[in-house]
């Protein structure tokens, strides 16, 4: 097997562009060149490693079988033997990565909760590693290891499942890294309308045995007419009741597990209706034994409270099975509001029912409020790039020319591309109508936000969109370490990883390190381009632009001197 170089993980991105909750796709802001490669995945060395188990007549293997019997953590289970480092055996080289296998006590077709866990003496813990891939025989497993630790074995959780849901656009394929990990399934399938009937159709796309599919009835403001026909709904005892007959036999008729309401952006004055309408509607499903999910806004941190807003979540936490709270959009106040609001939540829903929901979007925020973006957005409008000078300026061969990242610039006083310790997430500062900030979800950002599931001991995870979308960063490689081995990745993006790198098609560039580079044209005239690349510490994304270079005019001759 053949180890990688790079200081952290390639992650595959998808291939499909849809909205969540309603919204719609994404829209490109100018012709973007973006390619989707794993920046820390530059191979640096092939590095071979094989392990097995040792007979009797010793070892020369890099990892050879124990003698120690070490008890697994709470809800884990050994489905391996330990397996202790020789210490004569090969340490990896500075920025190289290896594979390593193990054999497994028992051969296995579940792949499921399957990680690689090392020893920590100082600690006397046993602390995850990496995902562990079982390979096509059964009796195997292997891992991508950044060092060697001197204790290894396979474990594999036991312990309470948690909730990992992820939502779909009408019949959009599960992202491919999503399968073996996701409980449940929720796609946007049907529209309240104002005689209470449901608009939609129920999605054909397949899943795997085990994956509950509970499709959701939505309505939120993106769509004006919505929060009026469900405000018109609630509004007595008798559309309410005929609306929840209507979901009741919607779920009957197509043979379906549960529902997920997701009624969003509801004023407060409809607190008591909703809530009346969630309990009827609890109650109906729960006599046909259907579930019963929810997919409410996040509470907000006033100064001295938290708002609940239209959601009495103490009230709707006793009737449904499991409450999802939408992404928190604020970057800015996320690690501040975020501890608060679920100390509160927890004291007034069981912490089992209640799922965070993580989102492969990045984070928008202006003076006219947050919105979010697809990462390939946020990365087109960070590539953007300027040409110093006016517009009509003529480029000629052997000049001086100076190239702008127009919203990475530092001399403007702007951040560039960089890890922000507040908000724990890459992010970049630009101007635009007074300013805006740029929050960018990703592999490092998503495991800071999971620690607080495992703090609160909350149900579980949701994923926003959980569908193959190329335009969306893949967050599944926070999410696989975290569901099988219960512990959040929690790392920073290297910041050399972060710094904008140029390239010229020919002549010469001096860098200066402030997202502005000089360019020394090439004494032949032509067209040439300059190509900008920029990382969220996972992925690179490039913008170039083509410079017309056109010959210097002659340098007339001096006129005669007359001469007497």
């Given at each position: ?365 202006a003076a006219e409020g947050i919105q979010r973006v697809p990462i390939s957005t946020a990365m087109t409008i960070a590539t953007k790039m300027s040409i110093g000078g006016s517009a009509s300026q003529k480029i000629e061969t052997n000049s001086i020319l100076e190239i702008r990242g127009t919203n990475i ?156």
């Open positions: 097997m053949t180890g990688r170089g790079g200081a952290g993980p390639q992650l595959p991105w998808s291939r499909r562009q849809s909205g969540i909750y309603g919204g719609k796709g994404p829209r490109s802001y100018q012709r973007p060149l973006f390619y989707v490669l794993g920046a820390l995945a530059a191979v640096a060395l092939a590095y071979l490693l094989f392990t097995k188990a040792c007979g009797g007549g010793g070892c020369s293997e890099e990892y050879c079988e124990s003698s120690r019997k070490i008890t697994p953590p709470d809800g884990f289970e050994l489905v391996s033997k330990i397996y202790e480092h020789r210490e004569d055996g090969a340490t990896l080289p500075a920025g190289s990565d290896a594979q390593v296998y193990l054999p497994l006590t028992k051969a296995t077709t579940d792949n499921r909760n399957l990680t690689f866990f090392r020893y920590v003496e100082e600690s006397k813990a046993w602390e995850p590693v990496t995902a562990a891939v079982l390979e096509p025989q059964g009796n195997k497993v292997s891992g991508v290891f950044h060092d060697m630790p001197a204790l290894i074995a396979i474990l594999r959780r036991t312990g309470s499942q948690w909730t990992v849901a992820a939502y779909l656009e009408h019949n959009a394929p599960l992202h491919r890294e999503a399968t073996g990990k996701v409980t449940i399934v929720h796609p946007l399938d049907f529209r309240p309308q104002s005689d209470g009937t449901l608009q939609g159709e129920l999605s054909t796309t397949k899943f795997d045995p085990g994956v509950a599919v509970y499709p959701v009835v939505y309505a939120n403001a993106t769509d004006r007419a919505a929060v009026p026909i469900v405000t018109g709904i609630l509004s007595s005892p008798a559309s309410r009741s005929a609306h929840v007959q209507q979901i009741v036999a919607k779920a009957a008729e197509k043979k379906l597990e549960g529902i997920d309401i997701a009624y969003l952006d509801l004023p407060a004055t409809e607190r008591t209706n909703f809530t009346l309408f969630i309990a009827e509607l609890a109650q109906a499903l729960h006599a046909q034994s259907k579930k019963l999910t929810l997919t409410l806004p996040p509470p907000q941190r006033a100064q001295d409270r938290i708002d609940e807003g239209a959601y009495d979540w103490a009230e709707l936490g006793k009737a449904a099975d499991v409450v999802q709270m939408t992404p928190y959009r604020d970057q800015g106040t996320y690690r501040k509001s975020m501890p608060d609001i679920l100390t509160y939540l927890t004291g007034i829903v069981e912490p089992s029912k209640l799922v965070l929901t993580v989102t492969p979007y990045a984070t928008v925020q610039d530092k001399t403007e006083n702007l951040t560039g591309v960089q890890w922000d310790p507040n908000s724990a997430t890459v992010a970049f500062t630009y101007k635009d109508n007074g300013g805006r900030t740029i929050w960018l979800e990703n592999y490092f950002s998503v495991g800071f936000k999971l620690e607080f599931v495992s703090r609160f001991k909350l149900g579980g995870l949701a994923v926003e969109d959980g569908s193959d979308n190329i335009y969306l960063g893949n967050i599944w490689p926070a999410i696989t370490p975290f569901v099988t081995g219960g512990q959040p990745v929690l790392l920073q993006p290297n910041p050399a990883d972060l710094q904008p790198v140029w390239n010229a098609q020919k002549g010469q560039l001096e860098d200066t390190r402030k997202g502005v580079v000089k360019w020394t044209t090439p004494a032949e005239p032509g067209t040439y381009t300059i190509t900008l690349t920029l990382s969220d510490g996972v992925s690179r994304f490039e913008n170039e632009v083509a410079i017309v270079v056109q010959a210097r005019a002659a340098t007339p001759s001096p006129s005669p001197t007359a001469t007497r």
